[in-house]
């Protein structure tokens, strides 16, 4: 059997995941309403969105690239219009919370106490160093790579220790802006931090927004999709949309790295509880003649 995902044919006639990392102006490095976002989705033929913006973190930590929790309500305010109208796509309210050292008696508490279907766990500081922030990228130059890779892979551990999160959002992140290491040792680091994902029962993302970005490229590597395959470890698919031109970008490109690693399914969540659809699926013939 010849596999062509990638043909426009086939791409219109079968469902795309559906998005499930999108942000909000309220972060500060975001653009575009909400609305923008849905009608981008629409247009994609999405069938369910989940808006994820950078949680608060009343400590202070990387304050410039997220709400402040007195803004909160306001993200709340800005995504139920949209959660009430019965048009598709269906959208959900959820948040990308940051793991780092300390943030546990916060999260702890807050993210019971709110109304999500989903939680997006990542990484984005290595000790004090934010090295996916554009800014600080120059720190990469005298910084040891291997280091910080293997750093990385223990604060993923750590992250999924903590019971707190759905789903870890762009697993192999330290590769951003290039800076890789090899395939065998990353496979090395990798597996005792996607043991302790899947020990957690967390889901992890195929987050195209690597594509992007300079390493041109989806998060997670193949090699690091076929270890969370192995560990039976669900996947969910997200744009990270920071404007809404990026909503559902490469999907058919990441469902069809998906079914080369050997998924048949993705999870779906609601109230942050999951369950699993089919990966791909037709969708019903008016709706592939109409997008064509
Ligand atoms: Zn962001
Ligand atoms: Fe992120
Ligand atoms: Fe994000
Ligand atoms: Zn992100």
């Given at each position: ?21 999108l942000?909000t ?7 575009g309403e909400p609305a923008a976002y849905h ?12 808006f ?26 800005m995504i139920?219009p949209l ?8 959208t ?152 809404p ?48």
């Open positions: 059997m010849t596999t062509d995902y990638l043909s426009p044919q086939r791409a219109a006639a079968v469902a795309l995941p559906d998005d499930y990392h942000h102006p309220l972060c500060r490095h975001a653009e009608a981008v989705a629409q247009r994609v033929g999405l069938a369910e969105i989940c994820t913006d950078h949680a608060p973190a009343p400590c202070g930590y990387d304050e410039r690239c997220r709400m402040q929790l007195d803004q909160f309500a306001e993200y709340n305010a139920r959660m009430a109208q019965n048009v598709k796509p269906r959900l309210f959820g948040i990308e919370a940051d793991y780092y050292e300390g943030c546990e008696s916060f999260l702890e508490r807050w993210l019971n106490e709110q109304p999500f279907d989903l939680v997006l766990g990542s990484i984005h500081y290595i000790g004090g160093w934010g090295f996916d922030n554009p800014d600080n990228r120059a720190v990469w130059d005298r910084t040891d790579i291997r280091r910080a890779w293997q750093d990385y892979f223990v604060l993923v551990a750590k992250l999924a220790d903590t019971r707190l999160f759905d789903v870890l959002t762009h697993p192999d992140l330290p590769k951003k802006f290039g800076h890789r290491i090899d395939e065998k040792q990353l496979r090395e680091w990798a597996a005792p931090a996607l043991d302790r994902v899947a020990a957690a029962g967390m889901a992890i993302e195929i987050n195209t927004a690597g594509l992007r970005k300079p390493v041109g490229e989806m998060y997670p590597a193949p090699a690091i999709l076929e270890l969370a395959h192995e560990r039976s470890i669900p996947i969910t698919f997200g744009s990270d949309a920071h404007a031109g990026d909503v559902g970008a490469g999907f058919a490109a990441a469902t069809a790295m998906a079914l080369a690693v050997g998924y048949s399914e993705r999870a779906r969540f609601r109230s942050r509880q999951r369950s699993l659809v089919p990966l791909e699926h037709q969708q019903p013939i008016a709706t592939a003649n109409r997008i064509r």
